[in-house]
């Protein structure tokens, strides 16, 4: 079992969530920080992959204290030439912060949580970060997914499952280091040996 969470910066906004059973896709929206703990404590997953930035630079204590605007491993999401917004900038700011407070809860339960991108994952894969029908059509290659119309959020959601796949196949590149954070990537190279 894997979730797969698309994090939006407020409880306010749609919160994807997926989880996956013998390679079929469950979906839903959630809201609330307090939903999202007891769907992943219900399902026990391996692997939580959560798509916002769930550390800061180390030479920040707080989102809100002046520092570096980059991690490690943003900056190399630019050597890959994958486009990201910086975690400082205006609604990331709550982002990043939500992404914390749940990977903090989550890891004090003894849950794996990796950070995730699932617009790197499309740009990696050659896919229209913008085409629903593309995406679809891409992560049917790895699950069986109920043909329905999918939103966005719901969309990354399945997306970041798939990473979560990837890493517990070992297929995975890691990017950034262990002090500051990482990002989890799919290695596609990797997935026919």
Not at 98 to 124: H, M, W
Request: proline share 4%; hydrophobic share 40%; glycine share 6%.
């Amino acid at each position: 079992m894997i979730v797969g969470i698309d994090l939006a910066g407020s409880e306010k906004r749609n919160t994807g969530f997926c989880f996956v059973k013998k390679k079929k896709v469950f979906v839903k929206i959630l809201h609330k920080d307090k939903e999202i703990i007891e769907n992943i404590e219900k399902i026990k997953p391996k692997v939580v992959a959560i798509d916002a930035p769930l550390s800061l630079p180390k030479d920040r204590k707080s989102i809100n204290e002046f520092g570096s605007h980059f991690r490690k491993c943003d900056l190399e999401l630019r050597r890959y030439k994958i486009k990201f917004f910086p975690i400082t900038l205006g609604p990331m700011r709550k982002l990043t912060e939500r992404g914390i407070r749940i990977k903090n809860i989550l890891t004090k339960k003894g849950i794996k949580v990796i950070e995730v991108f699932p617009g790197a994952v499309y740009d990696l894969a050659k896919v229209n970060r913008k085409d629903k029908k593309e995406i679809l059509s891409f992560l049917g290659k790895y699950f069986k997914i109920e043909k329905r119309d999918y939103s966005f959020d719901e969309l990354d959601a399945i997306t970041c499952c798939l990473v979560a796949k990837f890493y517990l196949e070992n297929k995975y590149i890691e990017i950034g280091d262990k002090e500051e954070g990482t990002i989890i990537l799919p290695a596609f190279e990797l997935e026919n040996k």
